[in-house]
């Protein structure tokens, strides 16, 4: 039982290239989410979802694209690297979309640079 | 809007030094959930406790124990007798209800404990 798996766990961009980071939950979790992490801001909400083709923005999405097609994966999209989004980034899951049953798993996150 | 907030952003006690991380919080909503994770040096998440809003019932787990009082909008989390391996950053976080009937955790920006030996 694997957990919260997100990869790389480490990446560096340039501005304006792409990348794609992944997040994978073997728990048959219905809630799943990215959060980013910078210094002296705590966990900021970019994205959610409650479920297989269900999306919704957090506190900060902009910058950022998420699709759900299946309930194990939910990848976060960077189209267009910004300096701003050098951040740790960590997605979390939970079993399932009512109240209470907020993340509880999260993964070892990402750390992005972009230069 | 909901808010929390840790006024402590840095705490330092040596070693069997007991010592409490305050969270306050602000909501309108009638049921809410509080939660507190640790985040150790090598940077994961872990999950501490989770309480909901009808339960202010202290409770202790081993050396923590937390303290959730409604009434002063609070749920501070006390460290009895630290050790070295308690030297982390402490987040507090706070459900917030989305129009889509799920919910979000709104963090505070954490308290980073360190205890000397």
């Known amino acids: 039982n694997a957990g919260v798996t997100q990869t790389p766990k480490f990446q560096v961009l340039k501005t304006g290239q792409s990348m794609t980071l992944q997040c994978a939950q073997d728990m048959n979790h219905e809630y799943m989410s990215w959060y980013r992490q910078d210094p002296g801001m705590g966990l900021r909400l970019i994205h959610y979802?409650?479920?297989?083709?269900?999306?919704d923005q957090g506190e900060v999405p902009n910058g950022y694209n998420v699709s759900r097609s299946t309930t194990e994966d939910f990848p976060l999209r960077l189209l267009s690297a910004a300096p701003s989004q050098t951040s740790v980034y960590f997605c979390a899951s939970s079993p399932d979309r009512g109240r209470g049953s907020q993340p509880q798993h999260f993964g070892d996150g990402t750390r992005l640079s972009i230069l | 809007a909901q808010k929390v907030t840790q006024a402590q952003t840095e705490i330092s006690v040596v070693e069997k030094e007991d010592v409490t991380l305050d969270c306050v919080y602000e909501?309108?909503?009638?049921?809410?959930?509080l939660f507190w994770y640790k985040q150790p040096p090598s940077g994961e998440l872990v999950f501490l406790i989770r309480?909901?809003?009808?339960?202010?019932q202290n409770e202790i787990s081993g050396r923590y124990s937390w303290n959730f009082q409604k009434s002063t909008s609070s749920f501070n989390f006390t460290i009895t007798a630290s050790q070295v391996v308690d030297s982390a950053v402490y987040f507090c976080a706070l459900s917030e209800a989305t129009q889509g009937g799920s919910e979000k955790l709104v963090f505070g920006k954490g308290t980073k404990l360190t205890v000397n030996p």
């Open positions: 309480r909901n809003s009808f339960d202010e």
């Open positions: 909501t309108r909503d009638t049921t809410y959930y």
């Open positions: 979802s409650v479920g297989a083709g269900i999306t």
